[in-house]
Structure formats: C-alpha cells, structure tokens
C-alpha cells in the first residue's frame, strides 16, 4: 500500500514539472506586451531565445552618431549585474531545486540608451528543456526594467544612441 500512494505521489509532482508552460515558438501577448519565442539548435543542442518587441521594432536602429568616433569600452558601462541576479534567483525561487535538477540556466543580453541609461530591451536565452515560463520571463523583464540603469564613463558614450551590453548569466 505504501508504495502505491508513494508511485501515485511521485507521479503528481513530476506531472506538475511537466505542466508548465513550455515556450513555444512565435509571438505570444503578455502582461501587455509581445514576447517573440525562438527555438535554436547547434551542434544537438537546443535553445530558446526570448525578446520583448520593443519601441523600434522593424525600424533601423542607428547604434553610432559619428561612423568616425572610438568604439566604447566594456568598462565604461556600468551596470549592478547582483542585482540582475537578485531579481532572477527572487523570482525563481519557489523552483530552484527543479532548476538545479534540470541544470538550467539564462543568459540576459542589454540595450541601454544612452541618454538615461534606461533599458531600451533585454534579450533572454534559455536551455532547450528549460522549466521557465514566459509569466516568469515577463516579471523578471518588468522588474528589471523598473529596477535596473546603466550608468557610463568617459567620452565615447555620448557617440551613442544605443548600447549594447552582454551576458549576465545565471546558473542554477
């Protein structure tokens, strides 16, 4: 008898991991906003990238004032990536363990814009079997957004009108 209710037990909570919303490729409306969902594959292996539609989407985006001025330097762009991972790891919380155990993890890539140092957009990269779900992608994007500014140095920023900055990874 125990080991029915303990079968019947283990297959509810793996029924649950398996409920989650899976991203699925395409465009998919969500708290207001339109995330793009894209399923990559290399080498056997799968990810999924995620990125919100922003205000310039289908629009040329004109990264340099001056074709002429000096490249920008990564360490001129500052940005409080502990407090990206904060925002990550507080949101994914109740799913740790699944998410060790399923040895996800995501990278954020930023646009910031130079005038402010608000983000202009964040682009997600998940693995292929991830358990994170867009509810949770949406949140971290929003929070992220109202919490977090790049702040720049030197000169080169202001030949800008958009900067990139890449990878802040977190690794469950």
Known sequence: MKTLIYTLLTIML????FAQNSLKDGKHNYDGKTFVVTKNSYLGKTSISVRVVGRFENKPLFYLKDPNGLPMSRKDIHVDTNKVKEIIRNILEPHTKELSANKDQITLQFTFVQKD???????YSLNGNTLISLKEIA?????IKKQVKATFTGT?????????????RVIF
């Open 139 to 143: 949140k971290m994007d929003r929070q």
């Open 156 to 168: 080169e920023h202001n030949n800008y009108f958009f900067i990139n900055y890449g990878y802040v």
């Open 117 to 123: 140092g608000s983000i202009e957009s964040i682009s």
């Open 14 to 17: 793996c029924s649950s991991c």
